[in-house]
């Protein structure tokens, strides 16, 4: 604590201070409410609605509604709010962040807010890490809830979309983050209102705060579909990797070093970069593929894919360690989350790795996806229009909380004093000596019946412990990714007097460890940590497992200088010293600059974390912002907006501007580029050609007004062609609106996949001294505004071409657009390819050095000869 702060207190005081008072009258409640019959009570959340009604604000009823909400949670769970807790429960619905200890009953205060705030009516979702979690509370917290008349709902991973949309309606709703994300992305891929599950995003309580805002933060929710491409890449690149030699560089390959022009040497075939995890192929190894392909430059822009795939090939190689970032189950890869140890559902690794550890495991490789629809949980959190959460640490991160997401730590005194004693870590020299120290450590404290959790960092690790603790004959449990249904059980028990459990990171994080009247005795909770995390708050998390509620426990870390941590983190003269020192085979050192030597390096990292994550969320705001004007459109059209105007505002857009493309401001008729004019307008609105005659005496401007009044008459035309059709159904209406949705959609995820590319390309922009960032949201820009002109080109071509069935049959809108129709027959057929396929992306064969679909593939462009599109 610095000086300052403990002259004038720290920020965490002063904010308790200001809330004392109304902690104070929610406990002089308390006998006022106990003499309440149980109706009386449940009486209450009308009164508190009616009384918003009237103009109360939510701060004013806190106080009553935090009484009645204890009291019931008395009745109901036989648990009464602490005092500490309704200080949690006061900084919740403020919007910010509660630091409290393990074990001080989080989840009983998250009842306080949820309650209070479910009396607008708009919804509370609150949000926990898995499914077993958001089901528990749903049927433990909700009993309160539901006991004052409020409806309580859980959405679950294999819930049918009807289902979520009943539990979403609910007045409180238990939901992972997961689940609450890719839902928010779904519905902004519905083609009708009433397939939209969720309401607005009004108010969110996040548990485990830190593990969602910030340890998921660097992995995107994304939905994808499959791109069509083969995956053999993958495998024959895997087959090439596992035989190329791993090398030795004599110094760091960095940008600057290549700016700067330094001569590094290299062995082998590729290089293995762990800190920056990068890993690059020598010249012998380049070499080695240009064999293998029997290619001649493995540079060539020809054989970026071949780069591409031998790339992540070595990568899933020597950098992805199976059991440590993911796990094969049910021949399947699952990440797991390298900060909590949990396997992360739902989630794969983009950009081709994870096809690339399907090869490498042998199992089934996917199909490539293409990215449907993605955001950060950063930005999608902050849409909500007050979040808040609860963590036992969050004060080391609490630059990042303020900065990403609005959002102050305020530190709740625990209960009662904490009586766990932590000891300085234990350092070795090999792994071999540290782990023969954990084993001892363990059967010193099994042999007098202390509990004992030892907390791993891989689940190769916890699988290596076990191992050992077998040979010694000691009982355990072993808790990881791969037991993953049982974590809640096991974790429950590993206060048993005698109990060994092994644990990987957090898993089991939300359950309480309980101790027995034995355990106790015996000196409470032991924690042994077998290697420091690269995070500090991960190592508190474990250590604050022990020592709930005020009971005994202690906790040690025992690290080597051959750890990840050490070997590329801590400092060269604390090795040397270590060395220096002469410490004999097995001898542990415990000293005070040891720990510090090894916080300096945890912060070094955090430090590099933070940047990642903030640098993903930088790069990621030039799409959030794209994606909240498409997203808007979307809305307004689903909430069945009339899309008339619109699409005359489209098709006078389109008309302008393939006017102002062909023709000069100030030109004479005679000179006016019709041929030009035509070719591009007539595909999109097919009015009459233009001709010389047509436009004589006119000017640029009157040209535009002429083709907008004939686009409109012939638009005209359609809509009573349907209104015929279709008497008093506005079918036409119908009609825009799903063409409209379906080229937005179309049209946003090859953009996605667009911005994609562009971000991977980016990078280079630094050897040209230019910045990155500035450059993507610059090149975006462009890309976003080319992207709304095809979206309005797009839409009015289908809409001025769309033919009416003889035989529609009371289908949907969508039913009578089409192009591959027999319209005798009224079915689809299958398309017949005369000619070779150019998809979107492909480099235009034209030899212009672009796009297909910015080039030739643009709407109005003359055909190729010899290719369909």
């Not at 009484?67 to 309704?86: I, S």
């Not at 960095?254 to 700067?260: D, L, V």
């Not at 023969?436 to 916890?462: F, R, Y």
């Not at 007097?497 to 092994?502: D, F, Q, Y």
Request: hydrophobic residues 35%.
């Amino acid at each position: 604590m610095s000086v300052f702060s403990k002259i004038f207190g720290t920020h965490s005081e002063h904010e308790l201070k200001r809330i004392l008072p109304l902690v104070d009258k929610i406990e002089a409640l308390r006998p006022q409410m106990v003499e309440l019959t149980d109706e009386q009570l449940r009486g209450k959340t009308q009164e508190f609605k009616d009384r918003l009604a009237k103009g109360e604000t939510l701060d004013d009823l806190l106080v009553e509604a935090f009484a009645v909400n204890r009291e019931a949670a008395r009745r109901v769970l036989g648990m009464e709010h602490f005092r500490v807790q309704l200080m949690g429960g006061i900084i919740l619905h403020q919007g910010r962040i509660a630091e409290m200890r393990t074990g001080e009953g989080k989840t009983l205060v998250c009842t306080l807010p949820a309650y209070l705030n479910a009396l607008e009516g708009k919804g509370v979702d609150v949000v926990t890490v898995n499914d077993y979690l958001a089901n528990r509370d749903a049927n433990w917290m909700g009993a309160v809830h539901r006991f004052l008349g409020l409806t309580v709902g859980c959405v679950l991973q294999d819930m049918k979309p009807e289902e979520r949309r009943e539990q979403y309606n609910c007045d409180i709703t238990y939901i992972t983050n997961n689940e609450l994300g890719f839902d928010y992305l779904r519905d902004n891929m519905v083609l009708y209102k009433e397939q939209l599950v969720q309401r607005e995003l009004h108010y969110c309580i996040i548990d485990e705060v830190d593990s969602v805002l910030i340890d998921e933060a660097r992995t995107p929710l994304i939905i994808s579909g499959q791109s069509g491409k083969s995956t053999k890449i993958y495998e024959v690149c895997d087959v090439l990797a596992k035989q190329l030699e791993r090398g030795e560089a004599s110094g760091e390959m960095t940008k600057m070093a290549a700016i700067m022009g330094e001569e590094i040497t290299e062995t082998g075939d590729f290089i293995v970069n762990e800190k920056d995890k990068l890993v690059t192929l020598t010249e012998q190894g380049v070499h080695k593929v240009e064999q293998y392909f029997h290619i001649d430059n493995l540079s060539d822009a020809e054989n970026l894919e071949i780069q591409h795939g031998v790339d992540l090939a070595l990568r899933a190689n020597y950098l992805m360690h199976r059991d440590q970032d993911y796990v094969v189950k049910d021949d399947q890869i699952l990440i797991v989350d390298d900060f909590t140890g949990r396997i992360m559902p739902g989630r794969r690794y983009s950009d081709g790795l994870h096809q690339a550890i399907e090869a490498k495991e042998h199992v089934k490789v996917k199909q490539e996806s293409k990215t449907l629809a993605t955001i950060t949980f950063q930005n999608f959190f902050n849409k909500f229009a007050k979040k808040c959460g609860m963590t036992g640490t969050a004060a080391t991160e609490e630059q990042e909380f303020r900065d990403i997401y609005g959002m102050d730590v305020v530190t709740i005194p625990t209960n009662k004093p904490v009586q766990r004693i932590d000891y300085n870590d234990a350092v070795f020299k090999t792994k071999k000596e540290k782990y023969h120290a954990v084993v001892e450590a363990v059967k010193e404290a099994h042999a007098k019946g202390q509990p004992v959790l030892v907390g791993t960092i891989t689940i190769d690790v916890s699988e290596h412990v076990s191992k050992l603790l077998k040979r010694e004959g000691i009982p355990h449990n072993v808790l990881n990714a791969k037991y993953h249904e049982l974590e809640a059980e096991i974790v429950a028990q590993a206060g048993q007097h005698g109990a060994v459990t092994i644990a990987t990171n957090m898993a089991g994080r939300g359950t309480d460890i309980k101790l027995d009247d034995e355990a106790r005795a015996a000196g409470g909770l032991k924690i042994i940590g077998t290697e420091r995390h690269e995070s500090r708050r991960i190592d508190n998390q474990l250590r604050g497992r022990s020592g709930r509620q005020g009971d005994p426990g202690e906790s040690r870390f025992y690290i080597s200088l051959e750890d990840d941590l050490m070997r590329l983190f801590g400092s060269e003269r604390l090795i040397k010293t270590f060395e220096a020192l002469g410490v004999p085979e097995g001898e542990q050192i415990e000293h005070k600059m040891l720990s510090s030597a090894i916080e300096k390096a945890q912060e070094k990292i955090e430090g590099n974390n933070f940047g990642i994550r903030k640098n993903l969320l930088e790069y990621d705001q030039v799409n959030n912002d794209q994606r909240e004007i498409i997203y808007e459109q979307r809305r307004k059209v689903l909430d069945g907006e009339n899309m008339r105007d619109q699409i005359f505002g489209m098709t006078d857009a389109v008309i302008s501007r393939f006017v102002d493309t062909t023709i000069g401001e100030d030109q004479d008729p005679s000179e006016f580029d019709l041929t030009s004019l035509n070719q591009l307008l007539l595909p999109v609105i097919p009015v009459k050609p233009l001709t010389e005659e047509s436009v004589s005496g006119m000017n640029r401007d009157k040209l535009k007004q002429l083709i907008k009044e004939e686009a409109a008459s012939l638009y005209e035309e359609k809509e009573a062609e349907f209104e015929n059709a279709f008497p008093g159904e506005e079918r036409i209406r119908e009609l825009e609106r799903v063409v409209l949705l379906r080229v937005i959609d179309a049209r946003w995820m090859n953009h996605i996949d667009d911005m994609e590319q562009l971000r991977q390309g980016i990078g280079l922009m630094a050897f040209a001294q230019h910045d990155p960032k500035v450059e993507y949201r610059m090149y975006g820009f462009q890309m976003f505004e080319e992207m709304t002109h095809q979206i309005q080109e797009e839409t009015v071509r289908v809409l001025f071409h769309v033919r009416l069935q003889e035989k529609v049959e009371r289908e949907p809108a969508a039913k009578v657009t089409g192009t591959n129709k027999d319209d005798d027959a009224g079915v689809k057929k299958p398309v017949t390819r005369k000619h070779r396929k150019i998809y979107p992306n492909d480099p235009c064969p034209c030899g212009s050095g672009k796009k297909y679909k910015n080039c030739h593939g643009r709407p109005g462009q003359p055909p190729l000869p010899g290719y369909d599109d």
